[in-house]
């Protein structure tokens, strides 16, 4: 399974774009880069999913240069309330039957200021 | 549509002793993981369930077990409880073969 890493923290003033990078080196060819979002005492959430080239939802966008060796994921005009930890992963396993094994890191704990 | 939901909410245990967390899945999904998440760390896969059996299984010991019943809701069990068994336990549930997986709020398990 490829590792990642991400910044353990960030800080952000309300209003401004945040981008959040996860370096990943070792990904497969059959890989998809997929990020979550954690609030305090809840479980993850899912925010976005892409391959290669750029994918925007209407939460975050996520860019993936050619060698997809990393990513980025960038929120626009961040609020106090996107306040929480984000987890970029790569590589989750399938056996064929059920559905995938999400394997978290440490995640990025994104904190945002008034 | 209820989403995800786990009970108990919270719970304190004795080590040595043993708990059993629910868990129903969201409307329409037939696979349900659990997850431990111990503090300031990302959730750590401990089994996945599928047609009421255990399809794929992370690095846990055998104290961790789990059903599924044929409403698809789930159980994780853990015997012999260790003080390091403290954790949030996060279940998630997902259509079969789709990677997006819906998290329910967790339950917060302490072992005193």
């Known amino acids: 399974l490829a590792k990642t890493t991400q910044p353990i923290s960030m800080d952000s003033y309300e209003g401004q774009e945040v981008n959040i990078t996860c370096s990943h080196n070792?990904?497969?060819?059959?890989?998809?880069i997929t990020w979550y979002q954690q609030f305090p005492s809840q479980g993850p959430r899912f925010i976005i999913q892409g391959y290669k080239t750029k994918v925007t939802n209407e939460v975050a966008s996520l860019f993936i240069p050619a060698d997809r060796k990393s990513s980025t994921l960038s929120l626009p005009r961040v609020s106090l309330s996107d306040t929480a930890v984000y987890y970029c992963l790569v590589g989750d396993s399938f056996s064929g039957a059920g559905s995938y094994q999400l394997t978290f890191g440490k995640g990025t704990k994104l904190s945002v200021i008034p | 549509d209820a989403g995800v939901t786990q009970s108990p909410t919270h719970l304190i245990k004795t080590r040595g002793q043993q708990v059993t967390l629910r868990c129903s899945p969201k409307?329409?999904?037939?696979?349900v993981s659990w997850y431990q998440q111990a503090l300031g760390q990302g959730p750590q896969f401990i089994f996945q369930?599928?047609?009421?059996?255990?399809?794929q299984r992370g690095n846990f010991p055998d104290r961790f077990s789990g059903h599924q019943f044929p409403n698809y809701s789930s159980e994780l069990n853990v015997n012999a409880l260790l003080l390091g068994d403290s954790a949030l336990y996060l279940c998630a549930s997902s259509p079969a073969g789709r990677y997006e997986q819906y998290f329910g709020p967790g339950t917060r398990l302490t072992v005193t």
């Open positions: 409307s329409g999904h037939d696979t």
């Open positions: 369930y599928y047609e009421e059996e255990e399809r």
């Open positions: 070792n990904i497969a060819t059959n890989d998809y």
